[in-house]
């Protein structure tokens, strides 16, 4: 069983941080429609989420089941045909591109699985960009916590390509967290990463969730990456199918396998039903 005591004891240094009531993340009938007519793609075809704060939630779903969009819905980078989605109590619904775009800097946290750092900044000053791009101080002490946080407390002044895979993801957990987001969202994360290394930056994301109170969103295919988290939800043709809590690689692996077989049946039932 994994310990949780820590998110009591740790502190941090952004008050609201920490025991704030409410949810992180909520979406209420999340449509997304691609096209028209008959040939219109219901990538998420009603989608109902609630997620506390202080949650790790993996994302899971064969290939093509809205992963993605169900990502950029929930994130504010695609809006929903039909449905709101609010983000630490706010709803984005109707926001303006110029507001979602100052939320999406200031108070949520991004985590790709190509690192998306800017190589001729040091580690610092990509730390730092979420703060310059929201117009805050580029607080030097706030990006020193963050790093130590993340074991790169010795590398603020290198650049992103004398750091090897591993230390690059830290790199952009700490730049994902110098904000005190609301939630992180991870793309894939350890997509690029080998096994060990892949751990230890789930074992970070982990941890900011215990310690630092934050709230993680990953999207993953790899059950191995799941099992870090504290529940798995999985998306079978835009719509949220199954859940698991505190499941192992194998157990969430063995969902996997029976909802990519229930999804091809389903598809081969209705090819043959056209046909
Ligand atoms: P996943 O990430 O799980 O592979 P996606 O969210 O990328 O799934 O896609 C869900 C469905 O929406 C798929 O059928 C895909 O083909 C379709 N889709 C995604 N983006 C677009 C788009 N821009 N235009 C048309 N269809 C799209």
Redesign the pocket.
């Known amino acids: 069983m994994r310990l949780r005591s820590g998110r009591q004891q740790k502190t941090d240094d952004r008050p609201e941080a920490q025991n704030t009531p409410g949810l992180a993340v909520e979406l209420r009938g999340v449509r997304?429609r691609?096209?028209r007519g008959a040939g219109a793609?219901?990538?998420?075809a009603g989608v109902d989420l609630a997620l506390p704060r202080g949650t790790f939630t993996a994302v899971m779903?064969?290939?093509?089941?809205?992963?993605?969009?169900?990502?950029?819905c929930a994130a504010g980078l695609d809006r929903p045909s039909a449905g709101s989605v609010r983000l630490g109590g706010t709803e984005i619904t109707g926001m303006t591109e110029n507001k979602l775009t100052e939320l999406r800097r200031s108070r949520l946290g991004f985590v790709f699985q190509s690192f998306n750092l800017l190589p001729s900044l040091t580690v610092e000053q990509n730390v730092l960009l979420p703060l310059r791009l929201a117009g805050q101080r580029p607080d030097r002490r706030r990006a020193a916590a963050v790093l130590a946080q993340v074991g790169l407390g010795d590398k603020a002044r290198r650049r992103p390509g004398e750091l090897s895979g591993g230390q690059q993801q830290r790199v952009a957990i700490a730049r994902a967290l110098v904000t005190g987001p609301d939630v992180v969202f991870a793309d894939e994360p350890t997509g690029a990463l080998d096994t060990g290394t892949a751990a230890e930056v789930l074992g970070l994301l982990r941890h900011a969730v215990d310690t630092l109170g934050a709230t993680v969103v990953m999207?993953t295919h790899d059950p191995a990456a799941a099992a870090w988290a504290d529940r798995v939800l999985f998306?079978a043709d835009?719509a949220f199918a199954d859940e698991l809590e505190r499941g192992t690689a194998q157990q969430i692996a063995a969902r996997m396998t029976t909802l990519t077989a229930r999804t091809a049946r389903a598809a081969g039932a209705m090819a043959g039903a056209v046909v």
Do not use: D, E, I, M
């Open positions: 997304r691609y096209g793609v219901h990538a998420l779903g064969p290939s093509g089941s809205g992963k993605s969009t169900f990502l950029q999207v998306l835009g």
